[in-house]
T-cell receptor, first 112, second 115 residues
């Protein structure tokens, strides 16, 4: 039990649509990161938020965006979905200044 | 930039036999090292970590890993595996002291324990 919960667990969307994935972190975890894990691959860093500001981004296009809220929840938004966006999306949170991150169980997104 | 190479994509091993999952990394700066485990249809669970100090780190369920700076390796070992160890294992690095601590993962090693 990591104390990080994601919703929904599974989601099916049509190409071109928009999707919002949600994450609820442990109280006090003011840094949240999102990762994309394609089938058979390791997780890839999308971006990170610290105190509601984006402070790091991986090699993902601007149609991937996020929000972080004061209540330790966060969102990942993906616009104009493509088939290759089908993946497990993982949220990870941690305390500021601490390297150890705690992951949620992920949201499985399927784009058809 | 950092990179992580997990040399074996799949490792089958008989129950109660020893196992080693290999991980090598590349980085021009000091790193922190992690092993995460992923059970089917689940997220990642931290198995063990190396931040500083003793180069040999251990988990509560019998796994250990040794940081070897000269060989840039962080191999995961267990002297006797159990059926419940069947899972996918990911090695990851982050830059030490950078503050962002974003993780760079390997592609994973699927450990299958055979009864």
């Amino acid at each position: 039990e990591t104390g990080v919960t994601q919703s929904p667990t599974h989601l099916i969307k049509t190409r071109g649509q928009q999707v919002t994935l949600r994450c609820s972190s442990q109280s006090g975890h003011n840094t949240v990161s999102w990762y994309q894990q394609a089938l058979g691959q390791g997780p890839q860093f999308i971006f990170q938020y610290y105190r509601e500001e984006e402070n790091g981004r991986g090699n993902f296009p601007p149609r991937f965006s996020g929000l972080q809220f004061p209540n330790y929840s966060s969102e990942l938004n993906v616009n104009a979905l493509e088939l290759d966006d089908s993946a497990l999306y993982l949220c990870a949170s941690r305390y500021d200044g601490v390297a150890e991150a705690f992951f949620g169980q992920g949201t499985r997104l399927t784009v058809v | 930039a950092q990179s992580v190479t997990q040399l074996d994509s799949q490792v089958p091993v008989f129950e109660e036999a020893p196992v080693e999952l290999r991980c090598n990394y590349s980085s021009s700066v000091s790193v922190y090292l992690f092993w995460y485990v992923q059970y089917p249809n689940q997220g990642l669970q931290l198995l063990l970590k190396y931040l500083s100090g003793s180069t040999l780190v251990e988990s509560i369920n019998g796994f250990e890993a040794e940081f070897n700076k000269s060989q840039t390796s962080f191999h995961l070992r267990k002297p006797s595996v159990h059926i419940s160890d069947t899972a996918e294992y990911f090695c990851a690095v982050s830059i030490s002291g950078a503050g962002s601590y974003q993780l760079t993962f390997g592609k994973g090693t699927k450990l299958s324990v055979i009864p």
